[in-house]
């Protein structure tokens, strides 16, 4: 059993920068995949970023130069930072980890103002 939670959106300016977090708690022993996806009202769910075991990497097109997925696999945490942001970056954002099957967040809300 594993519970994901993500913490750290909120309201921010344009240009500004948010730092999420996602931990992973119950009994784990190793996460394969740690992902970030967002929803932005009236879209699809888009894949963000993603971070692999080995350390690489996958960005959006539209967020690459601008965000840093990083893992901490002795908290089994993912970070998001996110500088520059945009309006368009608004939207909730939801952590995913892969143990076995795919575990989502409850999701967090960010919101760049104009």
């Known amino acids: 059993q594993v519970q994901v939670m993500e913490s750290g959106g909120g309201l921010v300016q344009a240009g500004g920068s948010l730092r999420l977090s996602c931990a992973a708690s119950?009994?784990?022993?190793?996460?394969?995949?740690m992902a970030w996806y967002r929803q932005a009202p009236g879209k699809q769910r888009e894949l963000v970023a993603r971070?692999?075991?080995?350390?690489?990497?996958n960005y959006a097109d539209s967020v690459k130069g601008r965000f840093t997925i990083s893992r901490d696999d002795a908290k089994n945490t993912v970070y998001l930072q996110m500088i520059s942001l945009k309006p368009e970056d608004t939207g909730v954002y939801y952590c995913?980890?892969?143990?076995?099957?795919?575990?989502w967040g409850q999701g967090t809300q960010v919101t760049v103002s104009s």
């Open positions: 995913m980890m892969t143990y076995f099957r795919d575990y």
């Open positions: 971070v692999y075991r080995s350390g690489f990497t």
């Open positions: 119950g009994s784990i022993s190793s996460i394969s995949t």
